[in-house]
């Protein structure tokens, strides 16, 4: 009984680190996508990550935290750092030329394309039932994208883009669930700060001080999200967490109609999301069906 309250306590750890990290997510995406107008999306992500990095790694050597420099797996945490970095840029760039809600429900077909993803580059068998439901959610960005004023066609690539660098880290952090989530995201934000600090000498501009508020909150909404989404990773598998990710659909509604007063399709937004979220419980099915997982 004991041992099975800890695992419940666990999975609802969990899906609250994933609510969370879902919920600073919006917060940091409305800040960069308020910046973007003035500023480069390689230099809002370069200070996003900078102004995380500082303090984290003040901490680490003043508390002479030095462990949580070291990992046994390298080669996966600087992938995963490295994938990151250059997912951040893409990420911004696409909710800079989308309405939140549109960009956020293509970064939902992050899950449906973590079996093709699989399936190129790990060589894993993916049977019908699981490529019929990635075709079934590619329709939901189908509808998502008809013609209309809204919609981007180069936000909607870029959003895309992001979608299947999402889906690879994803499975890289399954892959870092013995690690510490500090760790994990300690590299993430100084692969952060390098990646998009090459291209600084070419557009960076004066910060002005209405605007350092919004840096701060892009840098620190970011920080606190990563780490909660390090530890919702950990604490459960990707099956349990992933769902709840949708919640981000509700926060960045809410911004679209407040801070930008977007008249959104509401309709396409949500008869899309409707297939992809469709498609990614039947992948969940699948997998729990093949892999005979247990019930939590």
């Known amino acids: 009984m004991t041992q099975e309250k800890f695992h419940s306590d666990k999975i609802f750890i969990a899906i609250g680190c994933c609510l969370a990290a879902h919920l600073l997510f919006a917060i940091m995406g409305a800040s960069a996508k308020l910046l973007s107008a003035n500023h480069h999306v390689a230099e809002i992500a370069f200070y996003r990550n900078l102004i995380v990095f500082v303090p984290m790694f003040a901490f680490i050597i003043l508390r002479k935290k030095y462990h949580l420099l070291k990992t046994k797996k390298p080669k996966l945490i600087a992938l995963r750092a490295v994938t990151g970095g250059i997912g951040l840029i893409i990420t911004f760039a696409a909710i800079s030329m989308l309405p939140m809600a549109y960009a956020t429900v ?74 510490s ?91 899309g999301a409707s297939f992809i979220l469709a498609a ?9 069906k093949n892999k005979q997982m247990p019930k939590t």
Request: hydrophobic share 55%; net charge negative; with cysteine.
């Open 106 to 179: 293509i970064f939902f077909t992050s899950s449906i394309l973590t079996p093709v993803l699989a399936f190129f580059f790990l060589k894993e068998h993916i049977g019908i039932h699981r490529w019929s439901a990635v075709i079934v959610g590619m329709l939901g960005v189908i509808i998502i994208a008809q013609p209309s004023g809204e919609v981007s066609i180069w936000g909607l690539l870029f959003a895309l883009t992001a979608a299947c660098i999402h889906a690879s880290i994803y499975t890289i952090l399954r892959g870092l669930k013995t690690e």
């Open 181 to 271: 989530p500090t760790t994990v995201t300690f590299y993430f934000i100084l692969a952060g700060v390098l990646i998009p600090g090459m291209f600084m000498p070419l557009v960076w501009k004066p910060i002005e001080f209405d605007e350092l508020g919004l840096f701060l909150l892009v840098g620190f909404s970011g920080g606190s999200a990563q780490i909660f989404l390090a530890n919702a990773y950990k604490y459960a598998p990707a099956a349990v967490v992933t769902p709840f990710a949708y919640s981000a659909l509700l926060w960045t509604i809410i911004l679209d109609i407040y801070v930008w007063n977007y008249d959104l399709d509401y309709i396409s937004i949500f008869a």
């Open 280 to 288: 990614q419980i039947y992948i969940i099915y699948r997998e729990y």
